[in-house]
T-cell receptor
Framework: SQQGEEDPQALSIQEGENATMNCSYK?????LQWYRQNSGRGLVHLIL?????REKHSGRLRVTLDTSKKSSSLLITASRAADTASYFC?????????????FGIGTKLQVIP | EAQVTQNPRYLITVTGKKLTVTCSQN?????MSWYRQDPGLGLRQIYY???????DKGDVPEGYKVSRKEKRNFPLILESPSPNQTSLYFC????????????FGQGTRLTVV
């Protein structure tokens, strides 16, 4: 089963609105990362939040992490049409002596101009 | 420019005809991995390598082989492709250790008929 599960699976908003995506996971993690994928292309790293951090910002992105609830959220403020993409959370956890990164199914975001 | 390069980007082949997808990174990363992406399933890890001559199975290794003779290259080999291996494949690399981001190639869209 997927370690990270994003919610919602699809989201459609108007340009200028905020977009919030959530990620839940099952086991203890070292960190949680968010990636972006434009249609059919490679994933691009957005932000990494360590297990001992609760919130992190990068430009218009804000990520929170609640390890007690095993959940994270990605907030994109003042969305733009260019933010249209799929967003994936990835958990980095110890697995048999190495750090395994496991991806969720993703949230497909559409920002309507 | 730091990058992960996959080739080919698109490939249509017939069942049973051996093929290799190449992956090369120029960042001197120890860790490399292969993923396949299918609708509704997200990214699933096929194989990974923690260093030269060190490879191991991921979550969906059946029908695939890999090799890691040099640090920069990590080819994915399909000895006898089948239609269920039709998918979008991604190679990724990252530094070994905690809290490192992954760099992805642009993807290889494989169709097996």
């Amino acid at each position: 089963s997927q370690q990270g599960e994003e919610d919602p699976q699809a989201l459609s908003i108007q340009e200028g609105e905020n977009a919030t995506m959530n990620c839940s996971y099952k086991t203890s993690i070292n960190n949680l990362q968010w990636y972006r994928q434009n249609s059919g292309r490679g994933l691009v790293h957005l932000i990494l939040i360590r297990s001992n951090e609760r919130e992190k910002h990068s430009g218009r992105l804000r990520v929170t992490l609640d390890t007690s609830k095993k959940s994270s959220s990605l907030l994109i403020t003042a969305s733009r049409a260019a933010d249209t993409a799929s967003y994936f959370c990835a958990t980095d956890a110890d697995s048999g002596g190495y750090q395994k990164v496991t991806f969720g199914i993703g949230t497909k975001l559409q920002v309507i101009p | 420019e730091a990058q992960v390069t996959q080739n080919p980007r698109y490939l249509i082949t017939v069942t049973g005809k051996k093929l290799t997808v190449t992956c090369s990174q120029n960042m001197n990363h120890e860790y490399m991995s292969w993923y396949r992406q299918d609708p509704g399933l997200g990214l699933r890890q096929i194989y990974y390598s923690m260093n030269v001559e060190v490879t191991d199975k991921g979550d969906v290794p059946e029908g695939y082989k890999v090799s890691r003779k040099e640090k920069r290259n990590f080819p994915l080999i399909l000895e006898s492709p089948s239609p269920n291996q039709t998918s979008l494949y991604f190679c990724a690399s990252r530094e070994q250790g905690l809290n490192t981001e992954a760099f992805f190639g642009q993807g290889t869209r494989l169709t097996v008929v």
